[in-house]
């Protein structure tokens, strides 16, 4: 599996508080199947002021500690960038990382407000030739009020990706349900850690692959942890978007349309 989306990086944000954590963090990615991490500190102006060159120095730090611990882990360089003004030229400036120096992008929007002008925003990131890859919408406390946002969102060019605990229930039931919600609609198309620690957010992808093979099939659930994964690594222009939901009924879930099929 390849996971894009953590914070393994010490000492450089809200993750890993110690090189001794990034090392035990590396040792249970690669335990649970995980071969390829992407390190994504955040990006926030006046809180987090990371920027390429130092995301990239200490990546190259933590990968000689690998090596030299014995921890078959490679490891990439991106960001968790957040919506604020200057993003598009901090990009075309190199200043601000995308994932492994190609068009796509992790974008978090704010977890408790809709930002404003947030899908003009993101579509203007596709206009300009990325691909954002929003973060964990499924837990974001607007998503009620803005899902079909999202959606649109996916059908004019942008990536979701949930977090591999949402599904398994560490963030709560809310959480859980908009990330079944979000596959169920064929709206997402990775999975990843966000791993911040060794403990509560570990990272761990793999008991979130097997919820999704229930629901969605072997195939869906290997593009979801590595498929799509390596067409962001290797720079590919993104397959074709998923389509639109339709308002399912009550009860119309994808357990109640296999169990149908079954009948």
């Known amino acids: 599996m390849i996971d894009l989306h953590s914070h393994i990086l010490p000492g450089i944000d809200d993750g ?30 006046g809180l987090y002021m990371n920027d390429a060159a130092g995301i990239r120095a200490a990546r190259d730090a933590l990968q ?19 919506l604020v003004p200057g993003l598009l030229e901090g990009l075309r400036e190199g ?24 899908a003009e ?32 969102l ?21 959480a859980k349900h908009w990330a079944e919600r979000f596959l169920d ?14 403990g509560r957010r570990s990272p761990v992808m793999s008991q979130a692959r097997e919820i999704a093979e229930r629901m969605l099939g072997r195939e869906e659930a290997d593009l979801l942890v590595e498929g ?8 590919a222009l993104p397959s074709a978007v998923p389509p639109l939901p339709v308002r399912r009924k009550q009860g119309d879930g994808w357990l109640n349309r296999l169990l149908r099929r079954r009948h």
């Open 95 to 118: 200043r601000v990382p995308s994932l492994h120096g190609t068009r796509y992008l992790l974008l978090e929007p704010p977890h408790h407000v809709a930002p404003p002008h947030f």
């Open 121 to 152: 925003s993101v579509f203007n990131l596709v206009a300009a030739g990325y691909v954002p890859v929003i973060t964990h919408p499924e837990r974001l406390t607007w998503v009620e009020d803005h899902y079909q946002v999202f959606a649109e």
């Open 154 to 174: 996916t059908r004019q060019g942008a990536w979701m990706q949930l977090t591999a605990g949402s599904l398994t229930g560490v963030f709560g039931a809310r």
């Open 64 to 82: 000689g500690s690998l090596n030299e611990h014995g921890i078959p882990l490679q490891l990439t360089t991106g960001a968790d960038v957040h």
């Open 16 to 45: 890993s508080r110690s090189l001794e954590m990034s090392l035990d963090m590396a040792r249970m990615a690669v335990a649970d199947g995980i071969k390829v991490m992407a390190c994504t500190p955040h990006i926030y102006p």
């Open 228 to 235: 799509r994964q390596r067409q962001v690594l290797a720079n």
């Open 185 to 198: 609609d064929g709206l997402t198309h990775i999975l990843a850690t966000d791993a911040h620690s060794s």
